[in-house]
């Protein structure tokens, strides 16, 4: 039996065996799947999404657009099930659907930072419209609600205490500017599992068990655009301007979310390093969580990916496929 050359195995910790027998993809198959995956995610949305995906990928894999089409019309009756059986059946499963539909409409096509961040902002909007819909029926505010939560949720971390008073009196200032993360995290979230139902299906599909590389994640440059006037925006919210309250949530929101574009570009930098280095298992492990912690606490790695943008520490080829996730 041929061994795996030395190249395919560089930067791998356990070498590859051989690939995986291909499977031909089958609508039934992908249509039971999916209606499977709406069932599972009204008790576990995670794992719903996968399987959701799962079954959308190998209708696409299996008919292509006609396969997209029939994907798209089975969500719709599976929505329309849901909302006769209860609106809150429907309101959990619409946003869950919407991303994976969209994770593995990117993925089947090629996925790139751009559409996967579409996705991921459309999800957000879904998941948000849907509460701000309940919301504004039942006479309350999405932003307070979403506040007094989050705020009760901190509560139960810092106690009753004196101390705990004033650090959420600190603390809630923060909280009303960044409140709408909660649906991009969401939906974020849901297009990373939905992306891991998609990839199986490729894999079993076409037999190709290629995987993304962050050592050579690579961000478009619109993403700098954005964080620029996320940061012009939330400025502007300091002098007075009409809707300053609305202008500085959204801005932060913003910062806050492209933030983790970047953060994927830093460890991407720090991927690189270590794999050309040949670090071991333990010295990777301690690197990254000190990585995260310097990330969370700092932005240490957002950092590093901002200037990568203009430093390119990798020498990676930027020649206008910078924007592709898998290179």
């Known amino acids: 039996m041929q061994e795996p050359s030395a190249d395919s195995q560089q930067g791998s910790i356990v070498p590859s065996g051989p690939s995986p027998k291909r499977i031909a993809p089958r609508v039934a198959h992908g249509s039971l799947m999916l209606v499977l995956g709406c069932l599972v995610s009204l008790f576990l949305p995670f794992a719903g999404a996968i399987l959701m995906a799962y079954g959308m990928r190998e209708l696409a894999e299996a008919s292509g657009a006609r396969g997209v089409a029939i994907s798209f019309a089975e969500s719709a009756v599976l929505i329309a099930a849901a909302l006769v059986a209860g609106v809150g059946y429907a309101a959990l499963l619409a946003p869950v659907l919407v991303c994976s539909a969209a994770v593995v409409l990117c993925m089947w096509r090629g996925a790139t930072v751009t559409n996967m961040s579409v996705a991921v902002v459309i999800g957000s909007l879904v998941s948000f419209g849907i509460d701000a819909a309940i919301a504004a029926i039942s006479g309350i505010s999405v ?48 297009c990373l599992v939905a992306g891991i139902g998609s990839y199986l299906m490729g894999v079993r599909c076409t037999g190709e068990p290629g995987r993304p590389s962050l050592a050579r994640f690579d961000v478009p440059m619109w993403s700098v655009a954005v964080l620029a006037l996320a940061v012009v925006g939330f400025g502007a919210s300091f002098t007075g301007i009409p809707e300053s309250g609305l202008v500085r949530t959204v801005s932060t929101t913003v910062f806050m979310s492209v933030r983790i574009i970047f953060a994927l570009q830093g460890f991407g930098v720090v991927s690189a390093l270590m794999t050309r280095s040949r670090m071991g298992c333990l010295t990777r492990t301690v690197c990254i969580f000190f990585l995260f912690w310097s990330e969370m606490m700092l932005f240490a790695m957002s950092i590093v990916g901002l200037i990568d943008i203009w430093a390119n520490f990798r020498k990676l080829p930027r020649d206008g496929s910078r924007d592709r996730v898998t290179q």
């Open 143 to 190: 932003s307070e609600t979403a506040v007094a939560y989050l705020m009760a949720a901190l509560r139960e971390s810092v106690g009753t205490g004196v101390e705990g008073d004033l650090l959420l009196a600190q603390i809630q200032p923060v909280v009303e500017a960044v409140w709408p993360l909660i649906y991009v995290t969401g939906a974020a979230f849901d």
